[in-house]
T-cell receptor, first 109, second 113 residues
Framework: TQLLEQSPQFLSIQEGENLTVYCNSS?????LQWYRQEPGEGPVLLVT?????EVKKLKRLTFQFGDARKDSSLHITAAQPGDTGLYLC?????????FGTGTRLKVLA | SAVISQKPSRDICQRGTSLTIQCQVD?????MFWYRQQPGQSLTLIAT?????????ESGFVIDKFPISRPNLTFSTLTVSNMSPEDSSIYLC??????????FGQGTRLTVV
């Protein structure tokens, strides 16, 4: 069974701080994705990482795919209240998406 | 991309009754997915709805409790049957375009009283 474990589960930080969210699996994925979900909405794709070791940047967000394609990380620099939400990593399983356990981020002004 | 319309957006239901949630996609897709989500937590896959065949249910979910219809490639319904307070949750439909991304409806927030 393919599982994606995220850590931490919950993070509350002050505006301006940096943070890193981890997504780990014992399985190899051809790609991993990161989604952000805000209350009352469905998850929305942030990025897809495909190549082992790949690093992608989206403004203050930096995503990395592990060399062995079993893990990924999301680093946020100078977090802002608008970054508040639920962050989910996801990978393609057999005919379905496997979603991570989720990280709830709250950024305080 | 895909745009998904899901309704109702929320409902409060009496225990023992049933609620049918509708999901309409603006393009034809092979597979549609139904998820359950507790607020602030990750998604739990209920079943995969395939057009022209019975839905495939995940462990812990059964057809009698969560019957699904998939009459065509753009529409699906999920019914939550004989509801109890434990069924209170957010229900999301989703489509997955392989090698791209998953798209979601806005969700149905169900409260069973």
């Amino acid at each position: 069974t393919q599982l994606l474990e995220q850590s931490p589960q919950f993070l509350s930080i002050q505006e301006g701080e940096n943070l890193t969210v981890y997504c780990n699996s014992s399985s190899v994925f051809s790609s991993l994705q990161w989604y952000r979900q805000e209350p009352g909405e469905g998850p929305v794709l942030l990025v897809t990482v495909v190549t082992g070791g790949e690093v992608k940047k989206l403004k203050r967000l930096t995503f990395q795919f592990g060399d062995a394609r079993k893990d990924s990380s999301l680093h946020i620099t100078a977090a802002q209240p608008g970054d508040t939400g639920l962050y989910l990593c996801a990978g393609e399983g057999t005919y379905k998406y496997i979603f991570g356990t989720g990280t709830r981020l709250k950024v305080l002004a | 991309s895909a745009v998904i319309s899901q309704k109702p957006s929320r409902d409060i239901c009496q225990r023992g009754t049933s609620l049918t949630i509708q999901c309409q996609v603006d393009s034809q897709v092979t597979m549609m997915f139904w998820y359950r989500q507790q607020p602030g937590q990750s998604l739990t896959l209920i079943a995969t709805a395939n057009q022209g065949s019975e839905a495939t249910y995940e462990s812990g979910f059964v057809i009698d409790k969560f019957p699904i219809s998939r009459p065509n490639l753009t529409f699906s319904t999920l019914t939550v049957s004989n509801m109890s307070p434990e069924d209170s949750s957010i229900y999301l439909c989703s489509v997955w375009l392989p090698n791209t991304e998953a798209f979601f409806g806005q969700g149905t927030r169900l409260t069973v009283v």
